[in-house]
């Protein structure tokens, strides 16, 4: 397939350099020192009417059914390419949604931020990107990819964030991150992700941002979250953990979200209590066991209603 069908009812947002003159009919550009903005509504990409000099561009609420690579070769200079969803589209029926990204579709354009949310992606090219691509910020949250789409992202080794939230993931495969060594915020929540590789973050000590809520981890080894020296937050909440291994969260960070999960208050939990009590972990998960404990708030518990010796 050599083009993608997508859909959208107008188009909003052509920015380009100041000495871009052009316009493409049924735009209207507004200059200003730095960028020229246009609003447009039409149904096929603007191709030639776009400003040479355009780098960044956005298509929504849009007619606009089919993108190509040759598309692209109209906007050598682009650098952000937004494609938002067409919020329209279950209203009418009509229009197809953007579901797979064909080969070489973004080899002509010097990407760095590239947002493909809220489509119905399911299957991407592993070739569609430039083996040089310069993609800093990647956006592919909320379609339907049921795998950690890791050939696909290979040659992104400049990437920094990275969002993948709302898929159908049910792993994060062994390695799927040593490619993306920059990597500053990782965006994985409302999968369905059941468990994280020993190793699983091993060479990726720039993350900061973590977001793993509303998955369905169940253990976490305790070694994982080892060597990320700058992680500033992690959401863990929403899982289905009960309780953590000795050392799990001994991370520089107290900024961790433990709520939602199901945890089980025994002497087993003391890893944890001690944490929430002595460390002050910004987060006040509560117990869902045993039945005497449930929804008491882990961190005021006493030590004798841990179970532990006094
Ligand atoms: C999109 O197509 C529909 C149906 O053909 C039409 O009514 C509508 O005006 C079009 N919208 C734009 C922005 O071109
Ligand atoms: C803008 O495009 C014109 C030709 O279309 C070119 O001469 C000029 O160098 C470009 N400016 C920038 C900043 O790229
Ligand atoms: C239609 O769109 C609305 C607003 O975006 C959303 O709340 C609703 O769930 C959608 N319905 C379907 C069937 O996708
Ligand atoms: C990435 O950046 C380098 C250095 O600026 C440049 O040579 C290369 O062409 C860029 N890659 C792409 C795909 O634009
Ligand atoms: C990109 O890299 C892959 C693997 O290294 C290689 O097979 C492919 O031929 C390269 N593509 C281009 C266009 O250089
Ligand atoms: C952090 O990212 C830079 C590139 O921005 C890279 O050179 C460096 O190796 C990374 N550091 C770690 C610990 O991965
Ligand atoms: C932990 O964070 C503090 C404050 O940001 C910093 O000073 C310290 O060097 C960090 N320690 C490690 C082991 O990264």
């Not at 040479?52 to 200079?77: D, E, K, W």
């Not at 973050?201 to 700058?230: A, E, M, Y």
């Amino acid at each position: 397939m050599n083009s993608w069908l997508m859909h959208a009812l107008a188009m909003t947002g052509v920015f380009c350099c100041r000495d871009a003159l052009s316009c493409p009919t049924r735009c209207t550009c507004h200059f200003s020192a730095k960028t020229t903005e246009a609003d447009a509504r039409l149904s096929l990409f603007p191709g030639d009417g776009l400003p040479g000099n355009t780098t960044s561009l956005t298509i929504q609420f849009s007619n606009l059914s089919v993108l190509t690579a040759q598309h692209l070769t109209a906007v050598p200079l682009l650098e952000e390419l937004h494609l938002p969803p067409n919020k329209l589209s279950n209203l009418t029926g009509e229009y197809n949604e953007l579901q797979e990204i064909p080969a070489h579709v973004f080899h002509h354009a010097p990407l760095l931020n590239l947002v493909l949310k809220d489509n119905r992606i399911f299957s991407i090219h592993p070739d569609c990107l430039p083996n040089n691509s310069n993609i800093t910020w990647l956006d592919l949250s909320g379609n339907h990819l049921i795998k950690f789409p890791m050939a696909q992202l290979q040659s992104l080794s400049h990437l920094k964030v990275l969002h993948l939230s709302q898929n159908k993931l049910e792993e994060l495969p062994v390695g799927c991150l040593i490619a993306h060594p920059a990597l500053e915020r990782l965006h994985v929540d409302q999968n369905k992700i059941q468990s994280l590789d020993v190793k699983g973050f091993c060479c990726s000590g720039n993350l900061t941002h973590i977001l793993l809520q509303k998955n369905r981890l169940d253990s976490l080894p305790p070694t994982v979250f080892q060597g990320l020296k700058r992680l500033e937050y992690m959401d863990l909440s929403d899982n289905r953990l009960q309780f953590l291994l000795s050392g799990t969260l001994d991370i520089n960070t107290s900024w961790v979200e433990l709520t939602f999960n199901p945890w089980h208050c025994d002497a087993k939990k003391e890893y944890l209590w001690r944490k929430l009590t002595m460390e002050s972990l910004q987060s006040e998960p509560k117990c869902t066991t045993p039945e005497n404990l449930k929804d008491c708030v882990i961190a005021t518990l006493t030590r004798k209603e841990m179970g532990l010796p006094e």
